[in-house]
């Protein structure tokens, strides 16, 4: 009797798959983000990235020593308390309401998850991502429409960028609610 088991196209095609899936990184960070987000996981596991894996500077300072300050938001350092059952939240009329990081050194990144906590419902109709390096002059990264339970917005590149501002552009179906925000 012949093994035809290891030549098989379903376990050849598994194996491309898990290959292919491993090559993503940071889009794979970001769909491990989401599920964590879906299946309600309260803390974030480590997560080494590829150059953190080989010894080498991590492109983001360590979340810890990220400020946060807001503008028609209510207790800010809630979207970075690593605690999903708290959340920073908007009154009824949120109009370009925001939240801007000072990562407290420039660093790049081009990934923007928002964890909208146990409110599903408390994302904004459309948000933008700006960028600074210095905390006065803000350049428009890219806007795109909220989603329920958690937002990403995917820069398009790697950004360098001190401080990071999250602004509602358009208001959705109910406050504005950021349980946790990630940056990669």
Known sequence: MRNTLGNSP?????????QRLEALGTCGLGLALLLLAILGCTTVPPYPLPHEREGLPSWLSPRGQWRISASGIENPQRALDDERGTA?????????AHVTIDLGKPCLFNLVVIDHGSDEFGFCGRMAVLTSTD????????????????????????????????RAEEQGPRPWSLAEIYLQ
């Open 10 to 18: 379903l376990i050849s095609a598994r194996r491309d798959e898990r």
């Open 88 to 96: 920073a939240v908007s009154g009824p009329s949120y109009h370009h």
């Open 135 to 166: 905390g006065s002059a803000y350049q428009l990264q890219r806007s795109e429409p909220g989603t329920r339970r958690v937002s990403i917005v995917c820069l398009i590149r790697p950004t360098m960028a001190r401080y990071v501002r999250i």
